[in-house]
């Protein structure tokens, strides 16, 4: 398997920073507005800004001073950055086994296998999105599930000030970037454990196809517009699809932080927080992880 792992040593002296980074906005979010817009044959509706084909009515979810979204890499690079100036380590390699001691009645992991070689670690963290088999070594009742999802990046090269959620032709749903491209998704497959090997998930032309489609059908720009990426990707789910935080049972130092489905992006950040705080303070205090408790899991 050809998988990376984000793997982050974090060294005694600086296991918790209180400052926080100095720049205000340093994961770049910029505003926007956010409409749902129902897609029928009808004419341009003066609220929106780029849907002037086939919308037949809309209804503004939020505008530029309640909305805010960020890039998702420019989010883990810039956490990144700030994690490596403050003496992280992040080594790349596929996690095959956890590392047990025979005889150890408390579970206590002394290290990972990756890429065949073990590695000694004191806390580990299992956060491997849609891919469950380690996790299973661990919690063998935490089965996870991915729901593919195709998207193309779309360049009209004009900065547009309107996300669009799609209510028709499928759901598509467009968020306008900051450097004149436009992310658009849709059309997900069904619930599925995923083989497919991470960073080799197969991209279907047809689905990619009936994405811009629809946005011909909805906007005379997109039409125009060239397209530049085109991409696959799977949202991670658990069984009861509630994200799964915490200890992992009958374990010392194990944890996982895993099936963030549809909202990973947005909560990544008090995810982290409430994480770093259970494993380094004993208790999560920003947020209660009761409800994510792996425990549920046996
Ligand atoms: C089309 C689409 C649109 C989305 N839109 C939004 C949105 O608007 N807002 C939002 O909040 N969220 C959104 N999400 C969801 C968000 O992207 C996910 O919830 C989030 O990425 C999950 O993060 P994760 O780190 O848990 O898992 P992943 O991002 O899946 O990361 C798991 C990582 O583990 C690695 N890995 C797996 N197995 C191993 C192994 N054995 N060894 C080493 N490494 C391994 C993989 O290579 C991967 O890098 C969207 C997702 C999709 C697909």
């Given at each position: ?6 793997m982050v040593?974090?060294p ?7 400052t926080?980074?100095?720049d205000?906005n340093?994961?770049?979010a ?11 044959p009808?004419?341009?509706l ?8 086939g ?25 990144w ?5 403050h003496?992280s ?9 956890l590392?047990?001691e ?7 992991i ?5 890429d065949?070689?073990k590695m ?10 849609p891919?469950g088999?380690?996790l299973?070594q661990?919690?063998p009742a ?9 998207s193309v990046l ?6 547009l ?5 799609f ?12 450097d004149?491209?436009?992310?658009v ?13 991470p ?5 279907r032309?047809?689905m990619?196809?009936?994405l811009?489609?629809?946005?011909q059908?909805?906007s ?5 517009a ?6 696959s990707?799977y949202?991670?789910?658990t069984?009861?699809?509630v ?8 374990h010392?130092n ?5 099936g963030h489905g549809c ?10 927080k409430?994480?770093?705080e259970l ?11 009761e ?8």
């Amino acid at each position: 398997m050809n998988a990376t792992i984000e793997m982050v040593k974090i060294p005694e002296a600086h296991s918790r920073s209180t400052t926080p980074p100095p720049d205000p906005n340093p994961w770049n979010a910029d505003r926007v507005g956010c409409h749902v817009a129902s897609t029928a044959p009808g004419a341009k509706l003066k609220n929106l800004e780029w849907t002037d084909l086939g919308v037949r009515g809309s209804r503004l979810m939020g505008d530029e001073s309640t909305i805010a979204q960020v890039h998702p890499k420019e989010l883990c690079d810039a956490m990144w950055s700030y994690s490596e100036q403050h003496g992280s380590n992040f080594v790349k390699g596929t996690v095959e086994n956890l590392c047990y001691e025979d005889g150890d009645s408390e579970r206590h992991i002394r290290g990972v296998v990756v890429d065949g070689q073990k590695m000694a670690s004191d806390v580990v963290i299992l956060s491997m999105g849609p891919w469950g088999e380690v996790l299973q070594q661990a919690v063998p009742a935490c089965s996870m599930l991915g729901v593919k999802y195709h998207s193309v990046l779309m360049r009209s090269g004009r900065v547009l000030n309107e996300a669009v959620f799609f209510s028709g032709l499928g759901d598509p749903e467009v968020y306008p970037r900051n450097d004149g491209n436009h992310y658009v998704t849709g059309f997900p497959d069904p619930p599925q454990v995923v083989k497919e090997i991470p960073g080799e998930v197969e991209v279907r032309e047809e689905m990619c196809s009936r994405l811009i489609k629809t946005m011909q059908q909805v906007s005379s720009e997109m039409a125009e517009a060239e397209v530049t990426t085109k991409q696959s990707c799977y949202l991670p789910f658990t069984r009861d699809s509630v994200p799964c935080m915490g200890k992992v049972p009958k374990h010392e130092n194990v944890f996982v932080a895993t099936g963030h489905g549809c909202w990973g992006i947005l909560l990544s950040l008090a995810s982290g927080k409430a994480m770093s705080e259970l494993i380094l303070d004993g208790e999560a205090t920003s947020v209660s992880l009761e409800p994510f408790d792996p425990k549920r899991f046996g």
